[in-house]
C-alpha cells in the first residue's frame, strides 16, 4: 500500500515568514501533485511535478520533486493572509488510472 | 460551464437510513472519484469509473456502492448508513488522456446520527 507522509500538519505563521511543507514516502511514484483546498471547497490542482530533481515555481511558491521521486516539497517565500488554506499533496501511481494517494494535508494560517 | 457538481450540499441521515449522492459533470470528462475526506486523514478514494458504464473499488469501498450508468454522472450511495460514514464526500472528474488534473466539486458534508 502506498502511503505519503505530510508535514507539519498544522502551521500558524505572521505575515511574511517563509514556511516549508513536507510530503515522504518510501513509495515511487510517476508524478506528484500539490492541491490548495478553501473551507467550503474541493481541492484545486496547483502544480505536477513529474522528473525527479524538478523544481517548479508559482510566484511565490516553489515545489520540489526529490530525485528518487518519493517525496516533495512546497515553500512558500513571504506568506500572505491569503495563503491560508489546506495544502495537499498527491501520489500518482504507475496505472492508468489515474489514481491518487493524498497525504494527510497542512491547515496554514498566516495571520496579518 | 458548471464543471464538476454535487448533490446535495448536507444531508442528516439516522443509523441505518439510506441515500444517494449525485455528482455531475459538463467537461466530458471519462473518468470520475468519488473521496471521504475526514480531519487529519487527507482524502481517500472510495470508488472510481473509468468511462461509463464502468466501476471499480478505491481504497475504502465497503459500504458504499456506485453507478456510472451515464458519462456525465457518477452516483454514490450508502445502503445502511453508519455513523463512521459521517464525512465530507468529494466527487472528482478527469480527461482520459492529457494531463492527470483531476476537477473536484464542492463536497457534500454528510452527518450520520
Known amino acids: 500500500t502506498q502511503l505519503l507522509e505530510q508535514s507539519p500538519q498544522f502551521l500558524s505563521i505572521q505575515e511574511g515568514e517563509n514556511l516549508t511543507v513536507y510530503c515522504n514516502s518510501s513509495?515511487?511514484?510517476?508524478?506528484l501533485q500539490w492541491y490548495r483546498q478553501e473551507p467550503g471547497e474541493g481541492p484545486v490542482l496547483l502544480v505536477t511535478v513529474v522528473t525527479g530533481g524538478e523544481v517548479k515555481k508559482l510566484k511565490r511558491l516553489t515545489f520540489q520533486f526529490g530525485d528518487a521521486r518519493k517525496d516533495s516539497s512546497l515553500h512558500i517565500t513571504a506568506a500572505q493572509p491569503g495563503d491560508t488554506g489546506l495544502y495537499l499533496c498527491?501520489?500518482?501511481?504507475?496505472?492508468?488510472?489515474?489514481?491518487?494517494?493524498f497525504g494527510q494535508g497542512t491547515t496554514l494560517q498566516v495571520k496579518p | 460551464n458548471a464543471g464538476v457538481t454535487q448533490t446535495p450540499k448536507f444531508r442528516v441521515l439516522k443509523t441505518g437510513q439510506s441515500m444517494t449522492l449525485l455528482c455531475a459533470q459538463d467537461?466530458?470528462?471519462?473518468?470520475m472519484y468519488w473521496y471521504r475526506q475526514d480531519p487529519g486523514m487527507g482524502l481517500r478514494l472510495i470508488h472510481y469509473s473509468v468511462g461509463e458504464g464502468t466501476t471499480a473499488k478505491g481504497e475504502v469501498p465497503d459500504g458504499y456502492n456506485v453507478s456510472r450508468l451515464k458519462k456525465q454522472n457518477f452516483l454514490l450511495g450508502l445502503e445502511s448508513a453508519a455513523p463512521s460514514q459521517t464525512s465530507v464526500y468529494f466527487c472528482?472528474?478527469?480527461?482520459?488522456?492529457?494531463?492527470?488534473?483531476?476537477?473536484f466539486g464542492p463536497g457534500t458534508r454528510l452527518t450520520v446520527l
Open positions: 498527491a501520489g500518482v501511481g504507475s496505472s492508468n488510472t489515474g489514481k491518487l494517494i
Open positions: 513509495s515511487v511514484f510517476s508524478s
Open positions: 467537461m466530458n470528462h471519462e473518468y
Open positions: 472528482a472528474s478527469r480527461r482520459d488522456r492529457g494531463p492527470n488534473e483531476q476537477f
